[in-house]
């Protein structure tokens, strides 16, 4: 059983920055790709950024490469979030979740039906 749980959101103006934090429980955590997904009022769950759990291979949805890092922490089984230059469009409620199917080194999943473990969500508001 793993549970994750996002903190780090808030209340922000456009332009501004936060950094979210995933941190899984338990004693062992090793999951092929730990991604962050976000969802909108009336909108789909979308993929935002994702990164291997061994290796350095990442990956970024359109809207937000360039202006968010993923990043992680093994020994503390924790995965950040660094978003900068933040705009009213990425207002939602952000996930992260756990990929255990990914057998591919370089492959970084982006369905949301990939993921096996996600977490509560925490809120991102940008205002304009």
């Known amino acids: 059983q793993v549970q994750l749980v996002e903190s780090g959101g808030g209340l922000v103006q456009a332009g501004g920055s936060l950094r979210l934090s995933c941190a899984a429980s338990?004693?062992?955590?090793?999951?092929?790709?730990v991604g962050w997904f976000r969802q909108a009022p009336g909108k789909e769950r979308e993929f935002v950024a994702g990164i291997r759990w061994h290796g350095i291979t990442t990956n970024y949805g359109d809207s937000v490469k360039g202006r968010f890092t993923i990043s992680r922490d093994n020994a503390k089984k924790t995965v950040y979030l660094q978003m900068n230059s933040l705009k009213p469009e990425d207002t939602a409620v952000y996930y992260c979740?756990?990929?255990?199917?990914?057998?591919?080194?370089?492959?970084?999943?982006?369905?949301?039906?990939?993921?096996?473990?996600w977490g509560q969500g925490t809120q991102v508001t940008v205002s304009s």
């Open positions: 979740a756990a990929d255990l199917g990914a057998v591919n080194p370089k492959v970084i999943r982006t369905s949301i039906r990939e993921y096996d473990y």
């Open positions: 338990g004693r062992t955590f090793s999951p092929y790709v």
